[in-house]
Each structure stands twice: as structure tokens, then as C-alpha cells.
């Protein structure tokens, strides 16, 4: 009948991976797509943290502008320390799918399973992500001579600082304003952002999976499909999360305390539109990385299946 031919979409489960191969070609996958997507990372940042348009008109005026005073190296800073951001995704992935193990005991229900896991992950990874964001987007805030953030980097003698020491600078600073309290800055904001964003993330991945699937012919691939969907996830997750993903930056890059003071301030100066600062930046940045993420972790599973599980399933 109908129900017999719907194409169902094998989910791999943790066990049946082969750990090692998992993690390093996950790295290497990881690292291929950060360096492509970071300029945007850093462009979503600074948009978000402008005021108004004083700098930059928007994603493209930023990058011609930046590549213009900065050259490539300002596109990338921060690039190194934001790059330490890979053991929260190695995590990540790890604690998604240890949870759903977990709650399959209790209720095998792919959306529950896949809500739980989601958020948990997120959980963890935020703890060893925020502080690394936060020093990560002080050095995104650099610009030649000046900064647009609280703190500024310390120039030898009018020599710039090679990345490290720049990087230690921005610790120290840090610590002599907040302690440590103030690599934790936003860290509710940044639940805020990425708990709904990973959580919303994944019911509409399968939500446009199911469409596609339902509207495609017989044969065509399914990585195609997961192709499409992941990205209109991630999209779509991306313009939810957003107005909380502008007061994040703006907290952890101007130091402030409040999520919703700042929130206000933000509405009062820019109005309702404020709240769409970056999300084009943030929405190329997170693209490339999605239809990898996506293709790649079922590739990757495939690929780092137990191989004597191999035969036993077919593609």
C-alpha cells in the first residue's frame, strides 16, 4: 500500500559507529568549513554590535570594507581561539547522542528523543563555548588602532601584537574587569540563543526532510534531500533565534548584564528591525556548515560504521 513504499530514512545510532574514525574525520570536516565560513562569523558579530549602520551597510559593504583596511587577517580574528570551539562540537555530538541512548529507556518517540538530546547538548557545549565566544569575539572587535568592544589591545611600541599575546591581553583585561565572572558574560543569553536553535533545529530538519520526501520522485537521493532540508532548518532556526542571538554578542562584547535591559535598549535605539542584525551574515555562515554537517554525519556514519556492520545495511 502508501505506507509501504514511503522511503524511511535509516537514523544510525551511536553504536554502530566506529569512534575513532568518527572524531577525525569530524575534525577535519569541521576545520574545512570553519575556515570558509568564518569571515561571515566575524561580519554577523560586528553588525550586531554596531550602532545603527555607523560602520558597515550590511554582510557584503562589511566584507569589502574590512578586506579593504584589514586584509584577509582581519577577517580572520580571533580565527585561532575561536577554533578551540571544536571540543564543545566534539561534545556536542557526543552528549546528543548519549542522551537519546539514554531517554530511548523511556520513551522512544524520535521527537522527545531528539528535544532531550538537543538541549542537553547544547548544554554542555555552551559551558565550553561561552567563554571561549567571549574572548573570541573581543579579537573580532579589533579594528586598525581601535576597538569597537570594551577593551582595547595593548600595541608594543606601535608593533601589533602577534595572535597569542593578543589573546592573553584580552584574558587579562577580562579578568581585571569581571574576574571570572566575565568569561561566563552572556552565558544565559547564549542558552537562550543556542538551546531553542538546536532544539528547533532538529524537528524542522526532519519536518522538511518528510516534506521533500513526500514531494520528490521515488529515486532521487536521499542526501539531496537532507542536503535541502538542513540548511532550511538551520535558516529557519537561525531568523527565531536571532533577536536573542544580537543581545548575546552585544553582552558579551559591551560587557553589559541584563538580557533584557539590553534587549530594550536594543528595540529603543533600532526598533523592531534591530533584532535582524547580521541574521544574512548568520544565515551564510551557518549554510555551508549545515549542508556539511548534514551530509557529512550521515556520510561520516556511513563511513565510520563498524565494519562488520557494513553489509548488513543497505544505502
Not at 545510532?13 to 574525520?25: A, P, S, T
Amino acid at each position: 500500500g502508501a505506507m509501504e513504499d514511503k522511503r524511511n530514512i535509516p537514523i544510525i545510532e551511536w553504536e554502530h559507529l566506529d569512534k575513532r574514525k568518527f572524531y577525525v574525520f569530524g575534525i577535519c570536516m569541521t576545520m574545512m568549513i570553519r575556515v570558509s565560513v568564518y569571515p561571515f562569523t566575524l561580519i554577523r558579530t560586528r553588525l550586531q554590535v554596531q550602532k545603527g549602520k555607523s560602520l558597515y551597510n550590511g554582510t557584503f559593504d562589511a566584507f569589502v570594507k574590512i578586506l579593504r583596511t584589514e586584509g584577509a587577517a582581519g577577517l580572520y580574528r580571533g580565527f585561532l581561539v575561536n577554533t578551540f570551539t571544536l571540543i564543545s562540537g566534539q561534545c556536542y555530538v557526543t552528549t546528543y547522542e548519549l542522551t537519546r541512548k539514554y531517554v530511548s529507556r523511556y520513551n522512544n518517540n524520535n521527537a522527545v528523543k531528539s528535544l532531550v538530546a538537543g538541549g542537553s547538548a547544547s548544554l554542555v557545549a555552551q559551558s565550553i563555548t561561552v567563554p571561549i565566544d567571549v574572548v573570541s569575539q573581543h579579537l573580532m572587535m579589533q579594528r586598525k588602532g581601535e576597538s569597537m568592544g570594551r577593551f582595547k589591545v595593548q600595541s608594543q611600541d606601535g608593533k601589533r601584537l602577534l595572535v597569542f599575546g593578543q589573546t592573553k591581553d584580552i584574558i587579562v583585561q577580562i579578568f581585571k574587569a569581571d574576574g571570572f565572572r566575565g568569561f561566563y558574560r552572556g552565558y544565559v543569553a547564549s542558552l537562550l540563543t543556542y538551546i531553542p536553535n538546536s532544539a528547533v533545529w532538529w524537528p524542522f530538519y526532519h519536518f522538511y526532510a518528510e516534506q521533500l520526501s513526500s514531494l520528490t520522485p521515488k529515486d532521487c537521493p536521499h542526501l539531496l534531500l537532507q542536503a535541502i532540508s538542513g540548511p532550511l532548518a538551520a535558516a529557519t532556526a537561525s531568523t527565531l533565534t536571532n533577536p536573542m542571538d544580537v543581545v548575546r554578542a552585544r553582552v558579551q562584547v559591551e560587557g553589559k548584564s541584563s538580557i533584557v535591559l539590553t534587549f530594550k535598549q536594543l528595540i529603543a535605539e533600532e526598533g523592531p528591525w534591530g533584532l535582524t542584525k547580521g541574521l544574512s551574515a548568520r544565515i551564510i555562515s551557518a549554510t555551508p556548515s549545515t549542508i556539511v554537517i548534514v551530509v557529512g554525519y550521515e556520510t561520516l556514519k556511513k563511513l565510520s560504521l563498524r565494519p562488520e556492520l557494513v553489509d548488513s545495511r543497505h544505502w
